[in-house]
């Protein structure tokens, strides 16, 4: 099946197959062709061009964009989506605040959604999931990786990661899986016991898991409890991907730089130390600002970062206690007002580096060649930067994934 997209004001976006992230200056730069056309073959791109080249004859359907700009879908690297129930009555004790912190030490948080988790079946989990993935889709997404965290337990959490298993072959976004284990200290368990029950629970992760991922922070898991980890997941050949320093500053990046990790997250309390681990790795920091908006915790430094030669990738974060919002548009907005990011930056942030922290940069994120044809197109008169700046105005005429209108 070939798809010619004509008439479109704006194809942004652009990269050669070969760049795998932006870093640095390079976050600066999009690449874009005004009056465009593109063709997608088989859910792939296949072309595109401009008006100096002509648009290919042979194809099975003709899409008019009528001026709408056309991008590559968001991609978010960093969810929780698999829940059940709501913490709406934890919303509350924030109004009326309590911390993160304090609502973890009387058994709510992470441990509240361990409790309505183990009550829920495979069937409700994956119903309740789906209803987030087509919401995340219908405002933009195309690419989204999800995390188990709330079985805590060897046999809720491959509950969690069967359900992501589901969603894999439900969803025609892309998804991949991370396992974490380590995102609490499951009921009933000391510390020690439960690190050597998630080092346990390894080969069986492994079935199902793409990615291996600890919450290194105070209150939660020390550096020697996810390097303990991490070694058990390489040996089961799930790279590492971090939560890191939203607490504190916990030697979070550094363990996950030091085991090659594909992503660092959170970072809302880094320094010099931080940057200088980071400089010169494989390790994609992610900031999280739907978390900092919803908690009222500090923005990560993303321009500080980005102006250190680092690249940088935003993701919602989206889960029912500290940011119970999937929308990426929403991200890139925060991006821009909260972390004073460029448009451009931000729409690097959550396509191509967002992409490259989730493990699939040679499938999405970007307009390239043999990459999927995951595209918003949006109605006439929208530019780049008016996405974050016009941030609740509906944007989307259309979102593609693999081609397809969906």
Not at 75 to 94: M, N, P, Q, W
Not at 291 to 307: D, W
Not at 361 to 385: C, F, H
């Amino acid at each position: 099946m070939k798809r010619l997209f004509t008439n479109i004001g704006t194809l942004v976006g652009i990269l050669p197959a070969h760049i795998r992230r932006k870093q640095g200056h390079q976050m600066n730069v999009v690449s874009e062709i005004a009056n465009a056309w593109l063709l997608v073959e088989n859910g792939k791109i296949a072309a595109f061009g401009g008006p100096d080249q002509p648009c290919p004859e042979n194809h099975d359907e003709v899409i008019d964009c009528q001026g709408g700009l056309v991008m590559p879908a968001f991609c978010d690297s960093h969810t929780h989506i698999v829940y059940a129930g709501s913490r709406d009555g934890e919303f509350l004790d924030k109004i009326h605040g309590l911390s993160y912190e304090a609502i973890a030490a009387r058994g709510g948080g992470i441990l509240n959604s361990a409790d309505l988790l183990h009550r829920s079946s495979d069937d409700e989990l994956f119903q309740q999931a789906m209803e987030r993935v087509s919401e995340m889709i219908a405002k933009g997404t195309g690419s989204i990786e999800i995390k188990s965290g709330y079985g805590l337990n060897p046999d809720d959490e491959l509950k969690m990661l069967r359900v992501i298993d589901r969603i894999k072959a439900a969803s025609p976004a892309l998804i991949r899986s991370t396992f974490l284990g380590a995102h609490a200290v499951g009921r009933d368990y000391t510390h020690e016991a439960y690190v050597s029950a998630v080092i346990k629970m390894m080969p069986r992760a492994a079935q199902y898991a793409d990615f291996v991922d600890v919450f290194c922070d105070e209150g939660f898991f020390t550096v020697e409890d996810t390097e303990r980890i991490l070694k058990e997941g390489l040996r089961y050949g799930l790279r590492a991907k971090i939560h890191a320093n939203e607490l504190a500053v916990s030697g979070g990046v550094q363990v996950g730089v030091r085991y090659a990790a594909l992503s660092v997250d959170h970072l809302e309390r880094t320094g010099e130390a931080e940057i200088e681990a980071l400089r010169g790795s494989e390790t994609m920091p992610t900031m999280l600002p739907g978390s900092s908006f919803f908690l009222g915790i500090p923005f990560g430094k993303a321009k500080e970062f980005i102006s250190e030669g680092l690249g940088v990738a935003l993701a919602s974060d989206y889960n029912p206690g500290s940011s119970p919002s999937g929308d990426m548009r929403f991200v890139m907005a925060l991006g821009c007002i909260r972390m004073r990011l460029t448009p451009i930056q931000a729409f690097n942030a959550v396509t191509i580096n967002s992409a490259y922290a989730m493990g699939v940069n040679e499938l999405s994120g970007s307009i390239t060649v043999g990459k999927r044809a995951d595209l918003i197109l949006t109605q006439p008169g929208w530019t780049l930067t008016k996405i974050p700046y016009l941030h609740q105005t509906p944007f989307i005429r259309q979102v593609y994934l693999q081609g397809k209108a969906v």
